[in-house]
């Protein structure tokens, strides 16, 4: 799996850059450094690598998921700027480095973070993210097919980052927090699960979707492989999420599905979910390899 991301990687990050590029000089210096703060040095790239793992997974080229792959990274960015600012989760320091809002000012994170937004749709109508992309406007996709299917793309990944994913994930996660200090464990424990597993579908699990279920639409899936995929990245997404925590588990806000069940009883449930969807997909052959060890990785990893 390191080699396979240790290939991909680098072709994400140049991507990436390249949409930089061509916005010299037509952006304010300070919010393109702010928006460029989290996204050079990156975190792990976990969801545009399973974008492009999605598409090879249907027998498509990695290459046609690559503006999406950008798109995904660009609103996790995003939603880790707004997550860190003073009224959500007030964090100076991610990945040991001034957050974006310490680095610069809260005005120009919450800029930033909506600029990044933007951004990625931008991309996605442009339909073309490689390294040398200089156009200022989208020549119109070969074909309808090709259309049609970028277009759900769209659809998929605004749906997936907006009220009814990331947003009002985050909003209720707020909420939940707020309540859990003060309801009794028994209270907790009857609606808990359910509430925080709603939560990590839209907060965390909607993004992953959009990821795989987008990076295989752009590889030529079918509605059959569409489906399962569904299913499969949002199973993939609530274990990420457990395994999140977990790994906060020993930092000072003690994770949410600890508050709930222990640690052994939550890990193995995260192993379990992504086992049985790492199943779901066991008769796609040598080419949905590494979709599975992706899935893997994501409850496996130390950070
Ligand atoms: C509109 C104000 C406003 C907010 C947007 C902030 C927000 C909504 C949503 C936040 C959702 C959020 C931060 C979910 C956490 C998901 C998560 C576990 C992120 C860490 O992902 P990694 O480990 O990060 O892939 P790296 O560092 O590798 O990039």
Not at 37 to 56: D, I, M, T
Request: hydrophobic letters at 50%.
């Amino acid at each position: 799996m390191e080699a396979y991301m240790a290939e991909r990687i680098p072709r994400i990050d140049a991507a990436i850059e390249a949409r930089f590029d061509r916005s010299a000089g037509r952006v304010p210096e300070a919010l393109r450094g702010a928006m460029r703060h989290l996204l050079f040095p990156g975190g792990k790239r976990l969801r545009p690598v399973f974008a492009l793992a999605a598409a090879e997974a249907v027998g498509g080229r990695a290459e046609a998921a690559l503006p999406l792959a950008v798109a995904v990274e660009l609103i996790h960015t995003y939603s880790l700027v707004h997550d860190d600012l003073p009224c959500m989760d007030d964090d100076a320091l991610r990945r040991g480095r001034p957050t974006v809002h310490v680095a610069y000012d809260e005005a120009t994170a919450v800029l930033a973070g909506d600029a990044l937004q933007s951004e990625a749709f931008s991309v996605l109508a442009e339909g073309h993210a490689g390294p040398g992309c200089t156009r200022a406007a989208a020549s119109l996709p070969e074909g309808t097919d090709a259309a049609a299917r970028m277009l759900f793309v769209v659809g998929r990944l605004a749906r997936a980052s907006g009220a009814e994913g990331l947003v009002g994930g985050q909003l209720d996660d707020l909420a939940f927090e707020a309540a859990s200090g003060s309801e009794p464990i028994a209270a907790r424990a009857g609606t808990g699960h359910a509430r925080l597993a709603s939560i990590h579908e839209r907060k965390t699990a909607a993004l992953f979707q959009a990821a795989i279920v987008g990076g295989a639409v752009l590889g030529g899936a079918n509605e059959d492989e569409r489906e399962t995929l569904e299913v499969f990245a949002r199973d993939v997404g609530v274990a990420f999420q457990i395994a999140d925590d977990l790994l906060d588990a020993d930092s000072a806000e003690a994770a949410s599905i600890l508050r709930l069940q222990g640690i052994e009883d939550a890990r193995a449930g995260a192993e379990g979910l992504v086992e049985r969807a790492i199943a779901r997909i066991e008769g796609w052959g040598e080419r949905a390899g590494p979709l599975q060890e992706l899935a893997r990785f994501a409850v496996r990893r130390r950070r």
